[in-house]
């Protein structure tokens, strides 16, 4: 069902791979929604992954561009500027890599080098993708900025790496940011705290299916799907959300706020 909560509305959706992205589940609930959108993501993963796929399904214009790249993303937002002849309403960041957890590197011994590559694409981006939508004055007035993050930032989960140090540093970009866009246009940014769900990123880390079966049992309302999460980002996209911003919004069944559950102790 369309409740047209996106009609009239244009974005830019980064980090659709594969049909498992939480990014291409958004693009698919957008497009019902009306959304008319842009789909970016590397080189690498256009040549890799099916977002072509997803563009003929959502008729919707693929622009290449690695998000800790300046120039690439100059060149993203003058096409969408372009290809929408005006401003952008949304923009959602959906990039997440770790090297030393691809690599099996534990938390103790990480490569420094690996952790600057890391903290650039997971963290950083999200800054210098909202640093050149505010030097272009590319944003409508009252739009929306997400990105997604995970509880690991702010309690200690053992898997999760230096992914956790950079899931801190997007929500506090997220903040920090969050003023001035919402002084200088009234645009709010948030950060979804979303459930596992089985992607290829969450696949390279270590004993995430066990730890997807413990989240489900532990998270009162069950773990949230990429499509429950695509919905709820509709929301915040959408224009019932105006007064969100700067937040940290846990999307998890209730898992972030349980301590012990009767199903893990049954
Ligand atoms: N899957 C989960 O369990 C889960 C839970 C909470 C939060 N998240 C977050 O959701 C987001 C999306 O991850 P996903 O689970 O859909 O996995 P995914 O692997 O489908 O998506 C990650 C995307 O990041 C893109 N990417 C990597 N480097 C990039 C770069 N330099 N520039 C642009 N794009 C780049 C990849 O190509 C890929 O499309 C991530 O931020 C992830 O941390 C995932």
Redesign the pocket.
């Known amino acids: 069902m369309s409740y047209n909560l996106l009609k009239g509305k244009k974005g830019i959706i ?5 049909e ?4 291409w589940k958004v693009a698919e609930r957008a497009y019902k929604e009306k959304a008319s959108f842009i789909l970016t ?2 080189p690498a ?1 256009l040549r890799m ?1 099916k977002i072509y796929e997803l563009s003929h399904k959502t008729e919707s214009m693929v622009v290449p ?4 790249s300046i120039i690439d993303l100059n060149i993203l937002f003058d096409k969408a500027l372009d290809h929408f002849g005006g401003k952008i309403d949304f923009l959602l960041h ?4 770790s090297i030393n957890i691809r690599k099996g590197i534990p938390y103790t011994s990480i490569n420094y080098e690996f952790l600057r590559k890391g903290w650039e ?2 963290a950083v ?1 999200y800054h210098k993708i909202m640093q050149t939508a505010w030097s272009k004055n590319a944003m409508n007035k009252w739009g929306s900025i997400v990105a ?3 509880v690991a930032s702010k309690r200690s989960f053992s898997y999760y790496g230096d992914m956790s140090d950079y899931k801190s540093y997007l929500e506090s970009i997220t903040r920090n940011f969050g003023y001035h866009w919402g002084i200088k246009k009234k645009v709010r940014v948030n950060t979804v705290s ?4 089985v ?4 696949k390279s880390i270590k004993g995430f299916n066990q730890f997807f079966i413990l989240s489900e049992k532990i998270s009162p309302l069950g773990n949230a799907s990429a499509e429950d999460c695509a919905n709820y980002i509709i929301t915040l996209f959408s224009d019932f959300t105006r007064k969100v911003t700067m937040q940290n919004l846990y999307h998890d069944g209730g898992f972030s706020k349980t301590g012990i559950s009767e199903t893990m102790i049954s």
């Open positions: 980064f980090g659709a791979l594969d498992n992205s939480i990014a993501n590397t993963a992954g561009a690695d998000a800790t959906s990039i997440a890599m694409i997971s981006s997604l993050t995970y979303q459930s596992p769900s992607t290829k990123a969450a």
